[in-house]
């Protein structure tokens, strides 16, 4: 731009503009010091909880992190390697006390508990969460709470049928 086409210093457009621009290290040591961060998170804009039409939160947040959240996915790849095996293995004729549904069924079964169990606490958490402000959310939770202790009963019985084989 010349210096003809620059807005004068007197402008009213720009009155209240002097400021500068916040300071990018500061805004980045306000998102470090959120204690929800842990090395190797990205960085994210934490933004207020979301209310939904009926004036309740979109959730409840998390305060006290269950102790596997980080190896959970880890644990279901196990459980769900070693499942597909053995569903594959008794589809394609395989007997229960064949080694190959044997193995896959006695040695993914362990992660899935493990996986079912910390699925369970959280959603158990969020129940206890969920009852003051809404028991309608607190009670599907809590069915999702029973629906992951029927699938463990399932799955020990899949697993004393493979050793018991």
Known sequence: MSEDQRA???DPALAGHDEEAPDAGELLREVLLDERYEPGMRL???QEVPLA???????????????????YI?????????????ISALELGARWSDPIVKVPVIV????????????????????????????GRA?????W???????????????IAAIGA
């Open 74 to 86: 880890y644990l279901s790849v196990v459980a769900l390697i070693c499942g597909t095996t053995a």
């Open 145 to 159: 709470v029973a629906t992951i202790g029927a699938l463990a009963l399932i799955v020990l019985a899949a697993v």
């Open 139 to 143: 009670l599907f939770r809590a069915t």
């Open 44 to 46: 994210l804009d934490r």
């Open 108 to 135: 993914g079964s362990i992660p899935l508990f493990i996986a079912m169990g910390e699925a369970a606490l959280r959603i158990a958490r969020s129940v206890r969460a969920w009852w003051p402000i809404s028991r």
């Open 8 to 10: 004068p210093k007197g």
């Open 53 to 71: 039409d009926d004036g309740l939160p979109a959730f409840v947040p998390e305060h006290a992190p269950t102790p596997l959240r980080s190896s």
